[in-house]
Structures are given as structure tokens and as C-alpha cells.
């Protein structure tokens, strides 16, 4: 046991530990459960949240196959299909996998850096409650008969007031509202906690590549998301309610305008969904073959560049509205030269594994499903980056394929892998292998029964967003094939939500590091004390749990009687000063109530955007207003 | 306990006034957010005129050189309120604060009055073409933003001037003026767009 | 696992092939020189890619059956790092591979652009023969574009073209974005209000090929398809000599009758019938609808029986749609689908 730091396991006096622990209680009762600011409740909040709009996803999904399986169904009409479909991609996109992402980097972030807590733990809970009510906001309406139908990107002008009469398109674009300001806060205060909050010595050539995964991230949102507001509030909301003409031809305005304004979101966002799983891909690969991920600089060179680069390929979601030649060859040469970032990491994380000594964990499993099918997906796309081919297959099933592989292998799959990896962290029992492992199967077949016919159905003509298709086009095999996978797709989850359940409350207990992992997160208790750390560690390497116990240290000094924390220096994580973090408040729910109030009535009247800002100003003010002021004495 | 390195941090502060407080990172960030929403209404503005072949259309009154153009000088110089009120707020310097914020929001209130003098000026509004719509998009949001800071900052000099000058009004002072030096500075490259852009990339019929 | 993986693989491929096999609207079976060229692009990027996806998958399972083989396990027991020899090792090799795949992915490019500029270069031919098309919600009209303006041809929903002659499509919207799609022949193109986007083909094998709109647009996006007819030139020339007269006068009691019923109700506020009173815009143009395949932009072959039920209740075959029911008494439809029917 020469390896394990001694100073790992913090013997600490118990009138310590037990002041922390009263420092760090959220208050009691339904009233303490609204005011958590504590970043692992917060956190775990964001990951129920988002994986009950997965299954609502899912179940959306299964409809759509369902009247695809046979040509000429009959299950369900044009607007209900249209409807679903909407709401599928929307759900998927904007309520469950960026949420979700987020969610892991708010519990996992402060954890691996040695930090107690974000750096703006009521503005955390802010954007909590904001998510929650864009996702209800969604979701109330489409339950009473108020479904935007105009797919989830929503073109002008079908999605304009003339072809899009009714509130649906409406409540999707004021929806969009609610789950970018909890982007935004999630970026904002990540960015911050990464740069300002590390422990001490933990320069940035030493913070864990999860870490960068969501910095990049973070920082890609920080660009994308006012895109996104802006095409859908700005836009297309007020082209609709209050008559401006950015998107009408009629008045000088251009319905392509939308489409940039999207995609400029657009193509970044689906690399803000993909780049914290290639983080999770790294963890988890780096503690189940015992080693350091191979090629640090050049992984974390790949993630920064991917980040970069995402800004300038979304024309090539609109390569059909026929472009100038330049921007055509530019476009392809971007959309393929990004392949570069992810194969620089697929050959490090293949080194890696050749070189270590692995563990085939369940979690395991997830990694290797994520080779397979992020790579297959990811070769379609370099297909897609050349015009002439994507003439033929955009707007057709192959792009649904294609983005299905990337998507749910880059992104879910390593989500999957994580969930297994960290649910011992996450709850204190070890969660069931053999069952972790029968889930990746049936998932892995699944998927692959679901989206690998998609390919030959773009193929053979079959455009997307059709609610039928005739019988004489031959699509009706490899529709029912799909079906048949993605009802298996249903069962892994079931099998995987089962093991979940189990689990948690018969799994074998575990300790603080049942993988022997080299990151501080295991270092903490499972689940962690919500102070992470009796005493903030000071790191020694990059990987502080296989780094000799004499190159670490910790700090002391600081007060229990508050949550405080250390702020260090940008580059080098030298301590500058103690930062007394707020404890529970009730002012972020308050003031997220406040907004929405205002935003869902501005569906209705522009006044309410004024309401809107005087509700979110009074919150702020609550929420700012100095009570007792801050000891300073040390 | 059992390590020999330990770090003793009880010497520092629990709190900084400057530009490493994490709350003037987020500030930071906050700025950087809504100034690529202004960069893209930019963008949006060149956009819809390389679309059309008269811009701004027959008949638009652009907004007025004199009026904008005198106003940019009370808008730097609140700049200059707040940079007072900031760098007091780093010395503990109460009176400083209330001086300085108190000059801020004067020297804004008179930019508004230019800025109302100019809007009222237009004879088109958001509907009216797309011209319209962006000036009135691009007008309409920097003034919101202006008019909550603003609101903000008032809030500020109340808690300051009634007695609360620990270092969380302090800190917020500070940090306060990234907000009004990015308004402040957003509006010089929105202002060229609005006023010069129909100028200098302008066709009439 | 492996008999798991080999039976996602031969599923797939057994689906696959059965797309290999002649189809209408499939890329796969190119009918037009610019489809041709783009099918080879098509099997070049699988054979290539798809060797190097196999590779890559060969050497990420491999560890898997060499598991206890790191370079120098020793150092990784103690130090959780291999030794410095063997990370310079891969260091060397990872850096390759990447050097690799930059220039793999340069060529790609410049075959990608050259094949561009092949099948859509900025320029059409000289010689070629200009249709406008313009999409609305859920149907196509088609005007053939002529300097004689006794010769502009307009008519709906299938586009006859001769084989071996460049066809240049004008794109235009009536109102939300639209896109022209035949996969036998070439790639697709939107169709946005307020512009004009063009694209051309050339049909290199006499045949009949089906598109179908292929950007969402609302309720029967589903059911907004077309046929391109390819023609010997002098089969083309017979049609569209045919095609510009106007509809042939009825010539039976019951033919006549059903004229009657067609001028004296609502059909007229959409419908054209050249050669009589009927101008109406909203709607596909009439003039020679026997002539065609297909009713209602491609839902439903054209017969008697199809084209009764569609006037009866047009929402039942495509809800939604903005065909009007019009009110028939039962002894007026079948005159009427009979005049319809003689409009050859």
C-alpha cells in the first residue's frame, strides 16, 4: 500500500468534523430542500432531472417508430407525428443531454479540483430552477394541446406566425429562454471555479481531463448560446408576436437568417453535448488501466481546438440552399479537418490502453461501445463534410443516423460509462457489474439494430420528419428493424434504471476509492461530506491519489464556522485568498419564479418582458442584499 | 493529523477587492455573453443590408449625428463616476464610493435623455421594415441593459450611503464598474454601426 | 461478445445489400451523370473509411486479448506511468497515425470539391433546357421556361425531360422552404421564398424516377412527392408538342356533362383548364392531368377510382392539406372524374 497517500484518509479531531458538518447542513424541511446551494445536490438534481426527460425522449421515440414500422400506419396523424417528433429532438437536445452534462460537471468539477463548492453556489441553484421551469414550461403546454410542430431547429417561415399560427412555436422559442440562462450560469460559474478555486499546486497542467472537457465546454456555451437566444427569442419570437421582419422577405428581412443565426449554435452545441463525454472517456479509461491517459498536452491541445474549431463549420447544415464556391470549399475543408481533433484522442486513448493494464468494468464496457460507435458515426460525418455526397443524403435518414452515432455513442454512452464508474461515489454502494454489463449489451445491440438500417434507408431515398412512407419504396423492412431495435434500446434502459434502483440500496458498500483511481474525487468520503474535504488538499501531481504522500500536504487555517473556501491564482494555483461562500438561500428560487413569470407571459404580451426584469431585479436584490457583514477578522 | 506539509492560509483575507475575486471573473463572463449577443446584432445589421439594394429605405431617418454624437461624452464620462466609485470601494473609502456612484448615475440619466431625444427622433419603428427592426433591436437592448444597471447601481449607493460598507458592498462597487465600463464600451462600435454604418455603407435609390 | 457484434454486423449487411437492388429514389442507383459521379464518390468514401474504421476497431479491441501486456507493466505497478522509452514509443506512433489522417483527410477534401464543381459547377451548360419549379404547401408546379411565349409549358407535379440533354431547374417557394430531390439523378436543392437557387442534371438512361420534398414543411411534407420521366428525344418532343395544346373539348354526353359540373363549382377559384374558363393559380394545372402518373403529388396512382376518392374527401388522403371538399351531388361525380380522365 506504498502508493495510498496516507494523508488521503484526514484523521481529523471530531469537534472539527462535526462544526463542518453544521456549517454544511441545508436547512431542514420542504423551506431548506428550495434553498440547497451545496454544488453535489445540486448536481445529482440536474441528473434526475434531465434523465426523466430522457425517458419522456425515449418514450417520444418509441411513437415515432411505432408509425414508422409499417409503410401507410395509421397509429398516428400528421400533426401528432409532427408534434412528437418536435418535441423528441427538442427534449433530447435542449432538456436532456446538455442539462445532463452539466449536471455531472457541477458534481464532479469542485470535487476534482479540491474545492468545496462552485464559485457561485446560489447562482448554481438559479439556473437549476430556471432549467426545471423551461422543461415544465415545455411540457404543460404540449399535455394541453400546445405542441410546438415545427421540428426542433424550427424554420422560418414555417415556423413564422403564418404557417405556425398558435402558441406552440411560441412556447418552444420562450422555452429556449429558460434552459440558456441555465447554460449560461452553469458555464459561468464552472469557468470560474476551474480558473479561481483549484487546490493549491494544481497548476492547469495538472487538472484532471474531465476538468478541461468542461472548461471547453463552458466556453464554447459562454460563445453558442446568446445564438440560440437570439435566433429563437429575438427572431423568430418577436417576428411572430410582435411583428419585427428579420426573417420576412416581403420587408427586406431573409428566412436563411434564421438558419445562420441557428446553426452558428447549432453546430457548437452538439460539440458542447459531446465534449464533457470525451472527459468522462478519459476518467474512466485512466482508472481502469491503472495509468495516465497517454498524450496529456496533445488531448487537452485536441479538446481546445475541437472547441475552436465547432465555430466555423454550421453552413454545412445548409448546404443545400446552394452557396458560393469559396464558402463550399471552406466549409468541407472545416468539417473535415475537426475529424483531426477527435482521432488525435482516439489514438491516445488507444495507447492508453495498450499500455495499461485494464480492468474490463462495466464501465469499461460503455468506452469500448463508445469506440465502436462514435467512430463509425464520426466517419459518416467526414462523408457528409464533401457536398456533392451530402446533396444526396441531407435531409434523409443517414443524417438521422449519423447523428444518432455520434450522439448517443460520443455522448451517451460514455454518460452510461460514467454513471457506472462514479455511482459509488455518487451513493456509497457499488453498483452491480454483471448487471451494468447486460445493460451495455442489450443497449449496444439495440442501438445499432435501430440506426444502422437508417443509413441503407437515407440511402434508398427516404427523406426525414415523414409521417408515412408508401408501400412500394421497399422501406418497410429496415423501418421494422428499427422498431424492433429501439424497443430493445427501451429494455437496456429498464435493465440499467433497475440496476439503479437496486443498487443503491443493496450494492456493496464502498469505501473512498474502490478503483485504486488516481483523481481527488475518490479521495473525498462515498457519497462525499458535503464539505468535499475536511481540509483542502495541496495536490503534488497530476494525479494526486499515485502521487508519494510526501509530495502532497494539506491546508490549514481556514474557518468551520463558515463555508469558506480558497481562491488561488489562474496558472499556478498559489493561494490568494479565503472566499466566504453564501449558505442557503431561498433568493435564486424566488427570483427564478420572478422570470418565469415574466417570460411565459411575454409568449402573450412584449410588456411582460418589463415584469419579467423588475421580478428578476427584486430577486437579485434579496438575493445580493448584504445581511451581517462578513467577519473580517481571519 | 498525520502529513508534515501543511499550508497554513489563516494570514489571508477572507475576501479581495479586485480583480481576482472570483465574483469579477463571473462579471466578466457575464459581459463577454451579452457582448457576443451585440457582435451578432452587428452581424444581423450587415447582413440585412447586403440583402437589399437601398438602405437604409426611402424615407428612414437615420439616427441623428448631433444628438448621438454629443451624448457619447456624458456616456464616457460616467465612466469616469464609476472608475472614481470603484477604485474607492478598493481603499474602504465610504465617501469615495457615494461620490463616485452618485456621478455615475447622473452623468447616465443625462445619456438617457440624449438617447431619448434620439429614438424619439426616428420615424420608423420595429415594424416597419427590417431596417427598423434591428435599429430598434440593437437601441432597444443596449437601453435595457443600461437602465437595469443602472437600477443596479442606484441600489448600491442606497445600501453604501446608508452605513453598510463591508467588504460585500464593497466588492460589489467594484465589480459594478466591469458592468458600465462594457456598456459604456459595447455602445462605441454600436453607435459607429447606427449613426456612420448607413454613411458609409449605405445606398439610396 | 464476438458472435454479439458479428450478428449487429451481418444484420447490417444483409439490410444493407437489399439496398443494392434496383429502387426508385435511390442515390445507390444513379439514373443521371451527376448522380453517377457522386454514386462513385459514394463508394470510394465507404471502401476507404470503411477499411480504416475496421482498423482502427482492430487495434482498439486488442488489448483486450493481450491484457497483462503493457510495454514495461513494472514501472506501471508502482508509478501508475509507463516507462519514459515506451511513451516516446507512442508518441512516435500516435503521432503518425495523426499525420496519417490529416493527409487522408486532405485528399478527401480536394475529391470532395473537384466532384463539386463537377456535378455543380457555377456555371450550366450552354445547351440546356430551363424549368422552373416552384414548391408550395404540398405540391410542385412545373413551367417550362421559353422565349416563345406561345411555348412556356406550365403544368404540375411530374417533369418530363429528354435523356442526354442538360436540365437547369429554377427553385422557387410559394411559401416556406421547400427541397427538389430526385436521388437517380442528382443531389438536392432548397427552394426558399423569395429566391431563386438552381441546380441542373442530366438523365443518362431512359426511365422514371421519383422525388419527394425534402425539407420539412409542415403538415404533408410526407406526401409532397414527384416523377422525372426521361425520353428519347423524340418521345420528349411528342409530349411536349401534346402538352401545349390546350385540353381536348369533351366529345361524349357524359364528358360534357362532367365539364359542366367542373366550370359550375368551386374547382375554378384553383384550378386551370386551358382551352376553357378556368384559371385558377392555387392549384396544380389541369390541362393534361390524365396524362400523369400520379394524383396529388405523388400520393395516389392516377385512376378513376383514386381520383374519385380524392375529390370526395381530400383531407382523409392527405390531412390537412389545402384542397377545399367541395360539395358534390353523387350523380355529378362520376361524369366529372370521367372529363378529368380524358384530359390526356
Known amino acids: 500500500m506504498s502508493i495510498r497517500t496516507r494523508w488521503q484518509i484526514q484523521v481529523v479531531a471530531e469537534t472539527e468534523r462535526s462544526e463542518l458538518y453544521r456549517t454544511w447542513s441545508d436547512g431542514g424541511g420542504l423551506f431548506g430542500w428550495l434553498s440547497v446551494t451545496t454544488h453535489q445536490a445540486i448536481g445529482m438534481r440536474y441528473i434526475v432531472t434531465a434523465f426523466i426527460f430522457l425517458l419522456l425522449g425515449g418514450v417520444e421515440a418509441l411513437a415515432m417508430r411505432l408509425q414508422l414500422a409499417r409503410p401507410e400506419n395509421g397509429l398516428l396523424g400528421p400533426d401528432r407525428y409532427n408534434q412528437i417528433f418536435t418535441m423528441h429532438g427538442t427534449t433530447m437536445m435542449f432538456l436532456f443531454a446538455v442539462p445532463v452534462m452539466e449536471g455531472m460537471g457541477v458534481y464532479l468539477v469542485p470535487l476534482m479540483l479540491g474545492t468545496r463548492n462552485v464559485a457561485f453556489p446560489r447562482l448554481n441553484a438559479f439556473g437549476y430552477w430556471m432549467y426545471l421551469f423551461g422543461g415544465l414550461l415545455l411540457y404543460i403546454s404540449a399535455f394541453t394541446g400546445t405542441a410546438p410542430a415545427?421540428?426542433?431547429?424550427?424554420?422560418?417561415?414555417?415556423?413564422?406566425?403564418?404557417?405556425?399560427?398558435g402558441k406552440g412555436v411560441d412556447v418552444w422559442a420562450q422555452m429556449i429562454t429558460f434552459t440558456e440562462i441555465s447554460a449560461m450560469c452553469v458555464a459561468t460559474e464552472l469557468i470560474v471555479t476551474i480558473f479561481k478555486l483549484r487546490a493549491p499546486r494544481m497548476s492547469l497542467n495538472r487538472i484532471p481531463m474531465f476538468c478541461w472537457g468542461m472548461l471547453v465546454q463552458s466556453f464554447m456555451v459562454i460563445f453558442a448560446m446568446p445564438a440560440v437566444m437570439l435566433a429563437s427569442t429575438v427572431l423568430l419570437l418577436n417576428d411572430r408576436t410582435i411583428g419585427t421582419h428579420f426573417v420576412n422577405p416581403a420587408e427586406g428581412g431573409d428566412p436563411l437568417l434564421y438558419q445562420h443565426i441557428f446553426w452558428f449554435f447549432g453546430h457548437p452545441e452538439v460539440y458542447i453535448i459531446f465534449i464533457p463525454a470525451l472527459g468522462m472517456v478519459s476518467a474512466i479509461v485512466e482508472a481502469h488501466s491503472r495509468r495516465g491517459v497517454f498524450g496529456y498536452p496533445a488531448m487537452v491541445l485536441s479538446l481546445v481546438a475541437n472547441g475552436f474549431i465547432a465555430f466555423g463549420l454550421w453552413v454545412h447544415h445548409m448546404f443545400a440552399t446552394g452557396l458560393p464556391q469559396v464558402a463550399e470549399a471552406y466549409f468541407t475543408a472545416a468539417s473535415m479537418m475537426i475529424g483531426i481533433t477527435s482521432a488525435v484522442q482516439i489514438f491516445c486513448w488507444i495507447a492508453t490502453l495498450w499500455t495499461g493494464r485494464l480492468r474490463l468494468t462495466a464501465a469499461m464496457h460503455f468506452v469500448f461501445g463508445f469506440l465502436f460507435i462514435f467512430v463509425l458515426g464520426g466517419l459518416t460525418g467526414i462523408m457528409l463534410a464533401s457536398i456533392p455526397f451530402d446533396l444526396q443524403v441531407h435531409d434523409t435518414f443517414f443524417v438521422v443516423a449519423h447523428f444518432h452515432y455520434v450522439l448517443i455513442g460520443g455522448a451517451l454512452f460514455p454518460l452510461f460509462g460514467g454513471f457506472h464508474h462514479w455511482f459509488p461515489k455518487f451513493t456509497g454502494r457499488m453498483i452491480s457489474e454483471k448487471a451494468g454489463k447486460a445493460a451495455f449489451w442489450i443497449l449496444f445491440a439495440g442501438f445499432n439494430l435501430t440506426f444502422f438500417p437508417m443509413h441503407?434507408?437515407?440511402?434508398?431515398?427516404?427523406?426525414?420528419?415523414?409521417?408515412?412512407?408508401?408501400?412500394?419504396?421497399?422501406?418497410?423492412?429496415?423501418?421494422?428493424?428499427?422498431?424492433?431495435?429501439?424497443?430493445?434500446?427501451?429494455?437496456?434502459?429498464?435493465?440499467?434504471?433497475?440496476?439503479?434502483?437496486?443498487?443503491?440500496?443493496?450494492?456493496?458498500?464502498?469505501?473512498?476509492?474502490?478503483?485504486?483511481?488516481?483523481t481527488l474525487e475518490w479521495a473525498a468520503a462515498s457519497p462525499p461530506e458535503k464539505f468535499n474535504f475536511a481540509h483542502i488538499p495541496v495536490v503534488g501531481g497530476r494525479y494526486p491519489l499515485w502521487t508519494p504522500s510526501e509530495q502532497q500536504g494539506l491546508v490549514v487555517g481556514m474557518r468551520n464556522d463558515r463555508r469558506e473556501v480558497l481562491v488561488t491564482s489562474a496558472m499556478d494555483a498559489e493561494p490568494h485568498h479565503r472566499l466566504v461562500l453564501p449558505r442557503s438561500s431561498i433568493w435564486p428560487l424566488l427570483t427564478a419564479i420572478g422570470l418565469a413569470i415574466g417570460l411565459v407571459g411575454s409568449i402573450f404580451a412584449f410588456s411582460w418582458y418589463y415584469l419579467a426584469a423588475a421580478l428578476g431585479m427584486i430577486g437579485f436584490i434579496g438575493w445580493f442584499w448584504p445581511h451581517k457583514p462578513v467577519e473580517v477578522r481571519p | 493529523?498525520?502529513?508534515?506539509?501543511?499550508?497554513?492560509?489563516?494570514?489571508?483575507?477572507?475576501?479581495?477587492?479586485?480583480?481576482?475575486?472570483?465574483?469579477?471573473?463571473?462579471?466578466?463572463?457575464?459581459?463577454?455573453?451579452?457582448?457576443?449577443?451585440?457582435?451578432?446584432?452587428?452581424?444581423?445589421?450587415?447582413?440585412?443590408?447586403?440583402?437589399?439594394?437601398?438602405?437604409?429605405?426611402?424615407?428612414?431617418?437615420?439616427?441623428?449625428?448631433?444628438?448621438?454624437?454629443?451624448?457619447?461624452?456624458?456616456?464616457?464620462?460616467?465612466?469616469?463616476?464609476?472608475?472614481?466609485?470603484?477604485?474607492?470601494?478598493?481603499?474602504?473609502?465610504?465617501?469615495?464610493?457615494?461620490?463616485?456612484?452618485?456621478?455615475?448615475?447622473?452623468?447616465?440619466?443625462?445619456?438617457?435623455?440624449?438617447?431619448?431625444?434620439?429614438?424619439?427622433?426616428?420615424?420608423?419603428?420595429?415594424?416597419?421594415?427590417?431596417?427598423?427592426?434591428i435599429v430598434w433591436s440593437i437601441l432597444f437592448l443596449h437601453t435595457f441593459d443600461l437602465v437595469a444597471d443602472l437600477l443596479f447601481t442606484l441600489v448600491l449607493l442606497v445600501i453604501v450611503a446608508a452605513g453598510r460598507s463591508g467588504p460585500k458592498p464593497r466588492l460589489g462597487v467594484h465589480v459594478d464598474s466591469v458592468v458600465w465600463y462594457f456598456l459604456v464600451g459595447i455602445w462605441l462600435p454600436l453607435y459607429a454601426v447606427l449613426v456612420w454604418g448607413p454613411r458609409v455603407v449605405g445606398v439610396s435609390q | 461478445m464476438k458472435p454479439r457484434m458479428a450478428a449487429s454486423l451481418a444484420l447490417g449487411l444483409a439490410a444493407f445489400c437489399s439496398g443494392c437492388a434496383v429502387s426508385y429514389q435511390s442515390s445507390v442507383d444513379p439514373a443521371g451523370t451527376q448522380a453517377e459521379q457522386i454514386a462513385v464518390l459514394w463508394w470510394f468514401f465507404l471502401a476507404l473509411l470503411g477499411a480504416i474504421f475496421v482498423l482502427v476497431m482492430a487495434f482498439a479491441v486488442w488489448p483486450l486479448f493481450h491484457r497483462h501486456r503493457g510495454v514495461n507493466p513494472e514501472a506501471l505497478e508502482e508509478r501508475h506511468e509507463?516507462?519514459?522509452?515506451?511513451?516516446?514509443?507512442?508518441?512516435?506512433?500516435?503521432?503518425?497515425?495523426?499525420?496519417?489522417?490529416?493527409?487522408?483527410?486532405?485528399?478527401?477534401?480536394?475529391?470532395?470539391?473537384?466532384?463539386?464543381?463537377?456535378?455543380?459547377?457555377?456555371?450550366?451548360?450552354?445547351?440546356?433546357?430551363?424549368?422552373?419549379?416552384?414548391?408550395?404547401?404540398?405540391?410542385?408546379?412545373?413551367?417550362?421556361?421559353?422565349?416563345?411565349?406561345?411555348?412556356?409549358?406550365?403544368?404540375?407535379?411530374?417533369?418530363?425531360?429528354?435523356?442526354?440533354?442538360?436540365?437547369?431547374i429554377r427553385g422557387l417557394s410559394h411559401?416556406?422552404?421547400?427541397?427538389?430531390?430526385?436521388?437517380?439523378?442528382?443531389?438536392?436543392?432548397?427552394?426558399?421564398?423569395?429566391?431563386?437557387?438552381?441546380?441542373?442534371?442530366?438523365?443518362?438512361?431512359?426511365?422514371?424516377?421519383?422525388?419527394?420534398?425534402?425539407?420539412?414543411?409542415?403538415?404533408?411534407?410526407?406526401?409532397?412527392?414527384?416523377?422525372?420521366?426521361?425520353?428519347?428525344?423524340?418521345?420528349?418532343?411528342?409530349?411536349?408538342?401534346?402538352?401545349?395544346?390546350?385540353?381536348?373539348?369533351?366529345?361524349?354526353?357524359?364528358?360534357?356533362?362532367?365539364?359542366?359540373?367542373?366550370?359550375?363549382?368551386?374547382?375554378?377559384?384553383?384550378?386551370?383548364?386551358?382551352?376553357?374558363?378556368?384559371a385558377g393559380q392555387a392549384g396544380p394545372d389541369l390541362t393534361h392531368l390524365a396524362s400523369r402518373l400520379t394524383i396529388a403529388a405523388g400520393t395516389l396512382a392516377n385512376t378513376k377510382g383514386n381520383l374519385a376518392g380524392w375529390i370526395t374527401d381530400p383531407q382523409s388522403i392527405k390531412p390537412g392539406n389545402h384542397m377545399a371538399t367541395v360539395p358534390l351531388r353523387s350523380e355529378d361525380l362520376q361524369p366529372l372524374v370521367d372529363y378529368l380522365e380524358s384530359l390526356q
Open chain 1, 150 to 165: 415545427a421540428g426542433w431547429f424550427s424554420y422560418t417561415p414555417l415556423s413564422g406566425p403564418q404557417y405556425s399560427p
Open chain 1, 456 to 518: 441503407i434507408l437515407g440511402l434508398k431515398g427516404m427523406t426525414r420528419r415523414i409521417y408515412t412512407y408508401p408501400a412500394d419504396l421497399q422501406w418497410g423492412a429496415d423501418n421494422l428493424l428499427a422498431t424492433i431495435g429501439a424497443f430493445i434500446i427501451a429494455i437496456g434502459g429498464i435493465v440499467f434504471i433497475a440496476n439503479v434502483l437496486w443498487s443503491r440500496k443493496h450494492g456493496a458498500r464502498a469505501d473512498n476509492d474502490p478503483w485504486n483511481a488516481g
Open chain 2, 1 to 133: 493529523m498525520t502529513p508534515s506539509n501543511t499550508l497554513d492560509v489563516a494570514a489571508l483575507p477572507p475576501y479581495s477587492i479586485s480583480s481576482k475575486a472570483p465574483l469579477w471573473w463571473g462579471q466578466i463572463l457575464l459581459c463577454v455573453i451579452e457582448g457576443s449577443m451585440f457582435c451578432m446584432l452587428i452581424a444581423i445589421y450587415f447582413y440585412l443590408r447586403l440583402g437589399v439594394d437601398v438602405w437604409p429605405p426611402p424615407g428612414a431617418r437615420t439616427p441623428g449625428v448631433a444628438t448621438s454624437s454629443i451624448a457619447l461624452v456624458p456616456l464616457l464620462a460616467s465612466a469616469l463616476g464609476s472608475y472614481w466609485a470603484s477604485e474607492a470601494a478598493k481603499k474602504d473609502d465610504r465617501r469615495g464610493m457615494i461620490l463616485g456612484l452618485a456621478l455615475n448615475l447622473a452623468l447616465a440619466c443625462l445619456f438617457l435623455l440624449f438617447r431619448y431625444l434620439t429614438w424619439s427622433g426616428l420615424n420608423f419603428n420595429w415594424a416597419s421594415n427590417a431596417y427598423g427592426t
Open chain 3, 82 to 168: 509507463p516507462s519514459r522509452e515506451t511513451e516516446r514509443k507512442l508518441g512516435r506512433v500516435v503521432g503518425w497515425a495523426s499525420g496519417i489522417t490529416v493527409l487522408i483527410l486532405l485528399a478527401l477534401i480536394v475529391i470532395s470539391v473537384i466532384t463539386g464543381r463537377a456535378t455543380a459547377g457555377s456555371e450550366p451548360p450552354r445547351d440546356h433546357l430551363a424549368i422552373e419549379v416552384t414548391g408550395s404547401q404540398w405540391w410542385w408546379s412545373v413551367r417550362y421556361v421559353n422565349d416563345d411565349a406561345s411555348r412556356i409549358l406550365t403544368t404540375a407535379n411530374e417533369i418530363h425531360v429528354p435523356v442526354g440533354r442538360t436540365v437547369l
Open chain 3, 175 to 278: 411559401d416556406v422552404i421547400h427541397s427538389f430531390w430526385i436521388p437517380n439523378l442528382q443531389g438536392k436543392r432548397d427552394l426558399i421564398p423569395s429566391r431563386v437557387t438552381t441546380e441542373w442534371f442530366q438523365a443518362s438512361r431512359p426511365g422514371r424516377y421519383r422525388g419527394q420534398c425534402a425539407e420539412f414543411c409542415g403538415l404533408q411534407h410526407a406526401k409532397m412527392a414527384l416523377w422525372v420521366i426521361a425520353e428519347p428525344s423524340d418521345r420528349y418532343d411528342a409530349w411536349m408538342e401534346n402538352q401545349l395544346k390546350p385540353a381536348a373539348a369533351p366529345s361524349t354526353p357524359d364528358t360534357q356533362a362532367g365539364q359542366q359540373v367542373f366550370l359550375s363549382h368551386a374547382c375554378v377559384f384553383c384550378h386551370t383548364i386551358r382551352g376553357t374558363s378556368a
